[in-house]
C-alpha cells in the first residue's frame, strides 16, 4: 500500500494519479473510436468530456460525504486530504450523466449517443481509479489467504480491488468490439450498465470496508438495481431505436409536374369565295318565307271579357229603342192638326 509518491517535498496521491493516468487512456481512446463513424463532432465531444469530468467528481465527492460524513478539517493539508482522497464511484457516474444531459440539451444531440461511445472508454478511467484503490488501501475485500491475497495494514485480504480493475478492462475490450460493430442507439450504454451493474452487486459481497448502507444492501447494492433496470430498459428499447452509424434517408425530391402537351393550333383557312347568284338566291328564298307567328304572351281571363261583351249588348240595345222611338213621338205630334185642316 503506498498512499503517496514523493518527488522532493512534494507528495502525490497514488489514487488520483492512478486515476489520472486511466483517464488519459480513456481519452485517447474516446477521440479514436470518435472517427469510426460516431455523429458527434470533435467540439461536442470535448464539451461533454468536460462537463461530465467536473459535475462526476463532484458528484462523486458529495456522494461520499453522504456515506461517510467527514470531520472539521483543522489545517490546509487535511483540507488538501480531504479534496484529494475519498470518491463514491456511483456518485460520479450520476454526474457524469447528468453533464451529458446538459450538453445534449445544448447542442440539440441526443444523450444517449454520448454514452454510447464514452462508456467503453470510460470502463478505462474506472480502472485506473481501482488500482488507485489498491495503493490508498481503501475498497478492500475481505479476510483471505488464499492465492493473489493482497496485505493491507497487516492483514491479508482478497484484492477486489485488482479483480474489479480486470473486470473493467475486459468489459471495455467488449464493448468496444460491440461498438465497431456499429449497433443501433442505446446497445452499448445498456448492456455496460446492465454488466457493470451485475458485476458491482456481487462484488460487493466479499467486500469489507465501510461504505454506507440501505437496509440489509449496500449503498452500491441499492443504486445497483436502479442501474440494472435501465440497463435492461435500454436494451428493449434499442430494438426499435435508430442507427447513428447510418445517415438519415434523404427525402425524395419532389418530381417535376409533367408539361402538358402545347395544343396544335389550326392553321387559319382562307374564306371559300362567294358565288353572287347563289347569295340572291338564297336571300330571295329567306324574303319569301312567312313570318312566323308570335304566341299571345297573355290571355285576357273569362270574367273581364264577358262583362266586355254584355256592355256592349246593353249599349247596342239602347240605340235601338232611340232610333224605334223617335219617329213614333215625332207622328203623333203632327197628327190633330193635320185633321183639324181638313
Not at 90 to 115: A, D, E, P, Q, W
Amino acid at each position: 500500500m503506498h498512499p503517496f509518491i514523493h518527488i522532493g517535498s512534494l507528495s502525490l496521491p497514488m489514487y488520483g494519479l492512478c486515476t489520472m493516468v486511466g483517464t488519459v487512456f480513456a481519452l485517447l481512446a474516446v477521440f479514436k473510436l470518435r472517427k469510426k463513424g460516431s455523429p458527434l463532432s470533435e467540439d461536442n465531444l470535448l464539451d461533454a468530456l468536460i462537463w461530465a469530468i467536473l459535475l462526476g467528481f463532484l458528484c462523486a465527492k458529495i456522494l461520499y460525504f453522504i456515506v461517510d460524513p467527514p470531520t472539521m478539517p483543522h489545517s490546509w493539508r487535511e483540507i488538501w486530504d480531504l479534496i484529494s482522497t475519498g470518491l463514491v464511484f456511483y456518485g460520479g457516474l450520476l454526474g457524469g450523466l447528468l453533464g451529458l444531459f446538459l450538453v445534449s440539451r445544448k447542442t440539440k444531440k441526443n444523450m444517449i449517443t454520448c454514452t454510447d461511445l464514452m462508456a467503453p472508454c470510460f470502463c478505462l478511467a474506472h480502472a485506473g481509479g481501482r488500482v488507485g484503490c489498491l495503493m490508498a488501501g481503501c475498497c478492500y475485500g475481505m479476510e483471505y489467504t488464499g492465492p493473489c491475497a493482497v496485505v493491507l495494514d497487516g492483514v491479508s485480504r482478497l484484492p477486489t480491488q485488482i479483480m474489479e480493475a480486470i473486470f473493467l478492462v475486459i468489459l471495455s475490450a467488449v464493448l468496444i468490439a460491440v461498438f465497431l460493430k456499429k449497433p443501433r442507439r442505446g446497445v452499448v450504454t445498456g448492456l455496460y450498465m446492465s454488466v457493470y451493474a451485475v458485476w458491482r452487486f456481487i462484488i460487493e459481497f466479499f467486500r469489507a470496508d465501510e461504505r454506507g448502507s440501505v437496509g440489509a444492501l449496500s449503498t452500491s447494492q441499492f443504486i445497483s438495481l436502479f442501474i440494472l433496470a435501465f440497463g435492461v430498459y435500454l436494451l428493449i428499447k434499442s430494438r426499435r431505436a435508430v442507427n447513428d452509424f447510418e445517415p438519415a434517408a434523404a427525402p425524395e425530391p419532389e418530381s417535376a409536374p409533367e408539361p402538358e402537351p402545347e395544343k396544335a393550333e389550326r392553321p387559319e383557312t382562307a374564306p371559300l369565295p362567294v358565288d353572287p347568284i347563289e347569295q340572291v338566291e338564297k336571300e330571295t328564298k329567306r324574303a319569301d318565307e312567312p313570318l312566323p307567328i308570335q304566341p299571345e304572351t297573355a290571355t285576357l281571363s273569362d270574367e273581364p271579357v264577358a262583362e266586355v261583351a254584355e256592355a256592349t249588348e246593353l249599349t247596342g240595345a239602347a240605340q235601338a229603342v232611340s232610333e224605334v222611338s223617335g219617329p213614333a213621338e215625332a207622328g203623333d205630334a203632327g197628327g190633330p192638326g193635320d185633321g183639324g185642316d181638313q
